[in-house]
């Protein structure tokens, strides 16, 4: 396994259908003519089901990676089904071992690990990926499996009118000013990316443990007005029921475009925290090559040029171009995460659901 800056966030796959001499690396390489069955025969249209994460990211992938590829793609209809988070996607894939309900699966690189070694998810044939060799360095989770589609960072989401300005730290929201004005939703990865975050700042290696900073988080927690903001934590800020959370920088740079006196965002400059979603291959899917050339162009750098545009997350192609104007406001190495905490996602997998309901019992519960 290769190890990135972040993590083991590997150097994966994706996939065109046919050879391509000269192995072109655009969304539609030269020459491709997109395959329609598993067995690598063009027998005409089809439909291949995605599932992935729910809310604005379904719309944003819908507008922005789908509707396009289907435009280039005629002969291939995506079916994109939203679910609620990775474990309960993991869940479906545990169950449905000998035939598929889906052909991809878009699920955080914490539990991609896990699904790649219970053999839930299928080695990409690298000979037919031509945008594989665009990927930046923390978009590969594992070699030659499903690489990342975007990448995210920790944030402070808050609301400018409570206050002009968020810590300039992960230790910094253990301040009485935000008591009764702060909200933790922090029971799943929000949870472990934090604790990879005060782990930099505090001088502490958690694979060490993570006593001392589960300490600093209940430490943390008498200040906290909610654990479960309601609707969700960014409409929570946006509406003033709290000033302060904690979420993530590409969904509230979007809400903050559309009500800027209401929501504001901020990542600890020396202590940001990538997160990694990936788009991986099911194992049992019949319809794999299709797959893979849907796979190929989200990748692609014109597919991720937009996501980054429009939806504030960091290009996994390193030829996306990004507008100045963007360094500050989407996670990459050169901007959001330049000195990021690192967490290695393949350590953290197998600790994963401990450090959850330690997060639970000693924190929200204690």
Request: proline share 5%; glycine share 6%; charged share 20%.
């Amino acid at each position: 396994m290769r190890i990135s800056r972040f993590a083991a966030i590997g150097a994966a796959s994706t996939v065109v259908v046919l050879a391509v001499a000269g192995c072109s690396t655009s969304a539609t390489p030269a020459g491709q003519a997109p395959a329609s069955s598993s067995t690598g025969s063009a027998s005409g249209p089809q439909t291949i089901n995605i599932t992935g994460f729910s809310g604005a990211f379904a719309d944003q992938f819908q507008t922005e990676v789908i509707d396009p590829f289907e435009d280039e793609f005629p002969d291939i209809s995506v079916v994109y089904t939203p679910t609620a988070n990775s474990a309960e996607m993991l869940a479906e894939l545990r169950t449905n071992t000998t035939r598929a309900t889906n052909d991809l699966v878009i699920i955080d690189s914490s539990v991609a690990v896990t699904a790649n070694e219970e053999g839930l998810f299928e080695e990409l044939d690298t000979d037919l990926v031509p945008n594989l060799d665009e990927l930046v360095d923390d978009a590969v989770v594992e070699e030659g499996f499903g690489p990342a589609i975007t990448i995210d960072s920790l944030a402070y989401i808050y609301n400018p009118s409570i206050f002009d300005a968020a810590p300039s730290t992960w230790e910094g929201m253990n301040d009485e000013k935000y008591a009764g004005q702060l909200t933790l939703q922090i029971a799943d990865t929000r949870g472990i990316a934090l604790i990879a975050g005060l782990s930099k700042e505090m001088g502490l290696d958690y694979e060490d443990g993570i006593d001392e900073q589960i300490a600093e988080l209940a430490d943390i927690a008498p200040l906290v007005q909610t654990f479960q903001p309601q609707p969700n934590l960014y409409d929570a800020v946006r509406s003033g029921s709290v000033g302060l959370g904690v979420g993530w920088n590409a969904r509230a740079q979007a809400l903050s475009d559309e009500t800027p006196d209401e929501i504001a965002v901020s990542v600890p400059k020396a202590a940001g925290v990538a997160q990694i979603s990936t788009l991986n291959l099911v194992a049992t899917s019949e319809k794999k090559e299709a797959a893979q050339v849907f796979l190929n162009y989200a990748i692609s750098a014109e597919a991720q040029q937009r996501l980054a545009e429009e939806a504030y997350y960091g290009p996994v192609n390193e030829n996306a171009v990004l507008p100045a104007e963007l360094t500050d406001r989407v996670a990459t190495e050169d901007g959001v995460l330049k000195d990021a905490a690192p967490i290695d996602w393949a350590y953290v997998a197998p600790n994963y659901s401990d450090w959850v309901q330690r997060i639970q019992r000693e924190v929200i519960g204690g």
